[in-house]
């Protein structure tokens, strides 16, 4: 039987810079410096002006879930002891949009529209540390 094992990025010459920042419990977003516009993921190009000399900005990392699910069973995969799980694409308050995991104890409980924190993740592997969310509430 072959082991499963939870997928981890890879980071290319363009997203260093965002996995660097992840690594140092920073969130940072890609921004042209032409058009000043943000991007999310890390690109070469700005996706709206085709520049390429693009930068990273600090962000909150606050927004809201534009759409989500909780995951409660699956075949077997990386992700087994996880379960269950929520996976959520999350609208960013720059107005650019991202797939991350909602964590926490109250997980389960996030909606469509909760508002969202970023917080960060080191993975079992000790060096790459995922941007995750936590609920805001109270
Ligand atoms: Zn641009």
Not at 12 to 37: G, L
Not at 44 to 65: K, Q, V, Y
Not at 107 to 115: K, T, V
Not at 125 to 131: E, I, K, N, S, Y
């Amino acid at each position: 039987m072959t082991e499963t094992q939870r997928p981890l990025p890879h980071a290319t010459a363009w997203s260093a810079p965002y996995w660097d920042a992840a690594r140092d419990k920073r969130f940072v977003i890609q921004h042209c410096t032409d058009c000043d516009r943000p991007i999310m993921y890390p690109r070469r190009f700005c996706p709206h002006c085709l520049n390429d000399t693009l930068e990273f900005r600090p962000s909150e990392g606050r927004g809201e879930i534009y759409t989500m699910t909780v995951q409660v069973a699956g075949p077997p995969s990386g992700f087994g002891d996880r379960l269950p799980y929520v996976v959520a694409v999350i609208r960013l308050d720059e107005g650019v949009q991202l797939m991350s995991n909602i964590v926490g104890d109250d997980r389960e409980s996030a909606r469509i529209g909760d508002r969202v924190r970023v917080d960060f993740e080191t993975v079992e592997d000790g060096q790459t540390v995922l941007p995750v969310f936590r609920l805001e509430r109270g």
